[in-house]
């Protein structure tokens, strides 16, 4: 079964500052996808980032980039310029892509909150 | 367009009831999905539909939870006798259900406390 380690339930940065989530999985499958969700206290699960694994390329949405390290299982998260408005906890996740009973549920980590000090 | 959505917002319910909990998906996404989020736990998946089938029920605790889909979009979960071990947040996701390239969209969950 496949498993997803963020090994910092928390971390903290000063405003405009850049920090790096961590997070390592364990998977017997050549084929998958990576996700970052952001979850703030509303509650609301916010897809930030995703990385499919096929591509060497790291993907990166405005602030928020990856370091994708197939080889090493390790899927990074990158904030830059951090912002008030990135304070919460974000979740590293991992999806299978065979169509195949159970190959589409999200399996996560277990979470790193994230603090902005201004 | 609209996001997926999930009623009740929070729900305090007596141990031994019997509690409901509604997604409606966003409008065109065949796939939906029921995960929990506990304290202890962290967040599970529980259910898993295509349409109104549920190819993967791996997730679901115990006999007392269940789970519908009806029209192919509408889905309720259901927890019978509920415990206390039940409080949890109780997410719902969606998504087009078509290729690989899949992604999962969650609604607001449902807190559920059990006293």
């Known amino acids: 079964a496949q498993t997803v380690t963020q090994s910092q339930p928390e971390m903290s940065v000063q405003e405009a500052e850049t920090v790096t989530l961590s997070c390592t999985y364990d998977?017997?499958?050549?084929?998958?996808?990576l996700f970052w969700y952001k979850q703030p206290p509303s509650r609301q699960m916010i897809l930030v980032i995703r990385q499919e694994a096929y591509k060497q390329q790291n993907a990166t949405e405005n602030r928020f980039s990856v370091n994708f390290q197939k080889a090493a299982k390790s899927f990074s998260l990158k904030i830059s310029d951090s912002q008030l408005g990135d304070a919460a906890m974000y979740f590293c996740?991992?999806?299978?892509?065979?169509?195949?009973?159970?190959?589409?549920?999200?399996?996560f980590g277990q979470g790193t909150r994230l603090t902005i000090n201004p | 367009g609209a996001g997926v959505s999930q009623s009740p917002s929070n729900k305090v319910t007596e141990k031994g009831k019997d509690v409901e909990l509604r997604c409606d998906p966003i409008?065109?996404?065949?796939?939906l999905y029921w995960y929990r989020q506990s304290l202890g736990q962290g967040l599970e998946f529980l259910i898993y539909f295509q349409g109104n089938s549920a190819p993967d029920k791996s997730g679901l605790p115990s006999d007392r939870f269940s789970a519908e889909r009806t029209g192919g979009s509408v889905s309720t979960l259901t927890i019978q006798r509920t415990q206390q071990e039940d409080s949890a947040v109780y997410l719902c996701?969606?998504?087009?259900?078509?290729?690989?390239?899949?992604?999962?969209?969650f609604g607001p969950g449902t807190r559920l406390t059990v006293l």
């Open positions: 998977t017997s499958e050549s084929d998958y996808y």
């Open positions: 409008s065109g996404h065949t796939a």
């Open positions: 996740a991992y999806r299978g892509t065979i169509i195949i009973q159970g190959a589409q549920k999200l399996v």
């Open positions: 996701a969606s998504s087009l259900g078509r290729d690989r390239t899949d992604t999962q969209y």
